[in-house]
């Protein structure tokens, strides 16, 4: 999408934009609880842009399959992943990430549910007996088991915490 996008602006295909594009879609609905959206960010430049990231919000509650299944987003974030060529990607509720804000970088990605980054796949211990960490389209995919997690389940909150602790220490950009 880059290389489409630096063409219309009469750039050179490495060039970016300090200002980038950002996309989105939205169901448009009226609670959080059943809001599911699709966002993107590429070619930002700046101390307060995370550039080249996508994130898929899920709602809390009442999700059919097969978008609650590890199988069933997998589809998904290949081609948002092949679309826009993000340097990672989360699959999660922006509710589970607030109380763990703390942690973030400047410039990093943070762990949801499951989480895409660009490059080598680095192994990790102790993300628990359900969580895969595999090669995907081109990157390092973990899932943290085999359902999404949910805001209002401490043990879920406490597990991103404790994952994004583990795959910082394991070496990625977090």
Do not use: C
């Amino acid at each position: 999408m880059l290389p489409l996008l630096a063409e219309k602006k009469g750039q050179s295909p490495d060039a970016t934009s300090r200002f980038g594009f950002d996309f989105g879609v939205w169901n448009g609905a009226a609670t959080d609880e059943a809001s599911v959206g699709v966002r993107s960010s590429a070619g930002m430049k700046g101390k307060r842009f995370i550039w080249n990231n996508t994130e898929v919000s899920l709602p809390d509650e009442y999700v059919p399959e097969p978008i609650t299944t590890p199988d069933g987003v997998k589809p998904v974030l290949a081609a948002i992943i092949a679309a826009y060529e993000p340097d990672w990607g989360v699959v999660t509720s922006l509710k589970l990430y607030t109380p763990n804000h703390d942690l973030r970088l400047k410039q990093g990605g943070y762990p949801g549910w499951m989480t895409w980054f660009r490059g080598p796949v680095l192994p990790v211990d102790g993300l628990g007996d359900d969580a895969t960490v595999e090669p995907f389209e081109g990157g390092a995919l973990i899932t943290l088991g085999q359902r999404p997690m949910h805001k209002d389940n401490p043990e879920d909150i406490a597990r991103i915490r404790d994952a994004w602790l583990k795959l910082r220490e394991a070496g990625y950009p977090l």
